[in-house]
């Protein structure tokens, strides 16, 4: 069985620095660099630590980590999605043909299709933030990967 050793805080600290990115455009390396060139430098035995992970261990974190942003988009801002309303999101997700590299727009275009038949999903995706929606997002992009 693995697991790696962190305590809540540092495993805290290593969270919330996580979030700042979405995850799965975030190779192992990547967030690797990324974390160990963010964290405070009051850290720096965290820092080593994690720049000492081999690629099994950063993988487990990774899952820890991409788990937890999951979670976090099911219940951004407290509001809950539901099953239904998830697998709602992931169909026009995929109805939609345009361009996903800014979120923003892909984001306004989600809100048009759901206005008019699901209209109170549509107001619960109009008002996540930009990061709550990135989550949301992700979810159902790994949702769509996993069903393929």
Request: glycine share 4%; aromatic share 8%.
């Amino acid at each position: 069985m693995s697991y790696l050793r962190f305590s809540p805080d540092e495993y805290g600290l290593i969270s919330r620095l996580a979030q700042e990115i979405p995850l799965s455009w975030a190779d192992l390396p990547a967030l690797k660099h990324f974390l160990v060139a963010y964290l405070p430098l009051d850290r720096l035995d965290l820092t080593m630590r994690i720049s000492r992970l081999d690629s099994r261990q950063m993988r487990l974190l990774y899952e820890h980590l991409k788990n937890e942003q999951q979670d976090t988009a099911r219940t951004v801002g407290g509001h809950l999605f539901t099953e239904e309303e998830m697998d709602t999101v992931a169909e026009v997700c995929a109805s939609i043909v345009s361009p996903t590299r800014f979120l923003r727009y892909f984001r306004m275009g989600l809100i048009n299709h759901l206005r008019d038949l699901h209209p109170e999903l549509a107001r619960k995706v109009a008002r996540l933030s930009e990061r709550q929606f990135e989550r949301l997002y992700e979810q159902v992009k790994g949702r769509r990967k996993g069903s393929a």
